[in-house]
């Protein structure tokens, strides 16, 4: 199913392009608006909130524009993250949420996610339509002036979407004694973070916590995990915890400054709920996930299953197959039994609840060897070049050539203007070979 706008999370680019602008984010506004005041005829509510690009404070009121000239009443909570709105859009009983952010982009991108009256981002179905309203006239979705929603600021967003977290757990849940080092990214787990481990009594290292608008993502948060890395082994920290710009990722670091990625976090995760009896159906993954995950959950009797990349097509499975437990290598991870969507600080606590008993997290992590893996984000320039007859054939080659050695996984970004490759096998030369063979017919 093609579409025009949306990609496999939302809406996203450059901003000031041709979709990251004040006119299309009232047009994106104007459409999502009328699609849900067309469900109901009586006024709906949206809630919206967003991370610390500079953008934001551009795009946010084009978009406020947008929902209110369609007759939604608007409530607008300033820096959350992504999960704080899907929780808050369930719990607020509002018809719909969005998060103004480009996650893990730097901050010259921005952009849109969608989420529903459940809390769950909007299906394919739902977001084709509306597209096909975002391209309609837009005198014809204008409210009349006497149905034009209302917007009002709420300042208490972070600490409701707090609140919320912490019943997941007991109320004797402590982290005292605890030292953990957090990386905010500079985005929308900013305040959130911090406050979250205090309130339980961890003594909180915060780094990426001053946001200017710009320094989003920039050397910090999960895609730079170096920096938790050395702030963990300085502090002599229990535990690192590293978001993205809106703290639906987590990637960590135990006590002796090895980085823990989101497959590791999966397998341990399932393995202590195994135990517990807490786990249901078995584990859901991604193409990219780790083939040494694959391999230690069969060994431990867990079904696994692949879904596509993308945070949404995995919780689609987990429901199709009634699964609690997915995620991606890259720290997506959906703890079906608290959230809808990933969450950084969710699964930071369920972490900790773990380790709470004097575990090191070294001996919790790290409980499967991973089969060697590059990953390559190549620049593109032609968003065509999935279809050229060089690039077809330089796959079908690098895929024969591993055979039964490994795996290859092409594929285009769906947030950014890359492909991304990805190899896996013990045979690093090949890997290596036929890798090179992709790269040279993409430049």
């Known amino acids: 199913m093609t579409k025009k706008y949306f990609g496999t999370d939302g809406i996203r680019g450059k901003v000031n392009s041709k979709n990251i602008n004040g006119e299309m984010f009232f047009k994106f506004g104007l459409a999502a608006g009328t699609y849900f005041t067309n469900l109901k005829k009586s006024k709906q509510t949206a809630i919206i909130a967003k991370d610390t690009r500079l953008s934001g404070y551009t795009l946010e009121p084009a978009l406020v524009s947008g929902l209110a000239s369609a007759g939604m009443h608007v409530f607008t909570l300033g820096p959350l993250p992504t999960n704080g709105l899907a929780m808050l859009t369930k719990s607020m009983k509002a018809n719909m949420g969005i998060m103004i952010t480009a996650s893990h982009n730097p901050f010259s991108d921005n952009g849109l996610k969608l989420f529903g009256p459940d809390g769950l981002k909007l299906s394919d179905k739902i977001e084709k339509k509306i597209e096909s309203l975002i391209d309609q006239k837009i005198h014809k979705q204008l409210s009349e ?70 320094n989003i993502n920039q050397n910090c948060g999960s895609t730079f995990p170096k920096k938790i890395q050395i702030a963990v082994k300085k502090n002599k920290a229990n535990l690192g915890i590293s978001l993205d710009g809106d703290a639906d990722r987590i990637i960590m670091c135990d006590e002796k400054g090895r980085i823990i990625d989101g497959d590791q976090i999966i397998a341990a995760l399932a393995l202590r709920w195994k135990n517990k009896r807490m786990l249901k159906g078995g584990v859901i993954g991604t193409l990219m996930s780790n083939y040494g995950l694959e391999k230690f959950l069969k060994l431990k009797k867990i079904k696994f299953i692949r879904a596509n990349v993308g945070d949404r097509y995995v919780k689609e499975k987990m429901q199709k197959n009634k699964f609690n437990l997915g995620g991606e290598q890259s720290g997506h991870i959906i703890l079906g039994k608290f959230a809808t969507t990933g969450d950084g600080l969710l699964v930071a606590l369920e972490i900790l609840f773990a380790l709470r008993k004097g575990n090191k997290a070294s001996n919790y992590f790290n409980v499967f060897k991973k089969t060697p893996q590059i990953l390559e984000n190549i620049d593109i320039q032609n968003e065509n ?50 890798i090179k063979i992709i790269k040279k017919t993409i430049r």
């Open 145 to 214: 002036p006497k149905q034009l929603g209302r917007v009002k600021r709420l300042e208490t967003g972070n600490e409701n979407y707090i609140n919320i977290i912490k019943k997941n757990f007991p109320k004797k849940f402590s982290l005292k004694g605890m030292k953990i080092v957090i990386d905010c990214a500079n985005g929308a787990g900013y305040k959130a973070g911090p406050k979250l481990l205090k309130s339980l009594g961890a003594k909180v290292i915060s780094i990426g916590d001053k946001p200017n608008g710009i």
């Open 385 to 434: 070049i999935l279809k050229d007859h060089n690039f077809k054939r330089s796959i079908k080659i690098a895929n024969k050539l591993i055979k039964g050695q490994g795996r290859m996984l092409v594929r285009k970004s769906g947030t950014e203007a890359k492909i991304r490759i990805m190899g896996e096998s013990n045979n690093l030369k090949l890997l290596e070979k036929c």
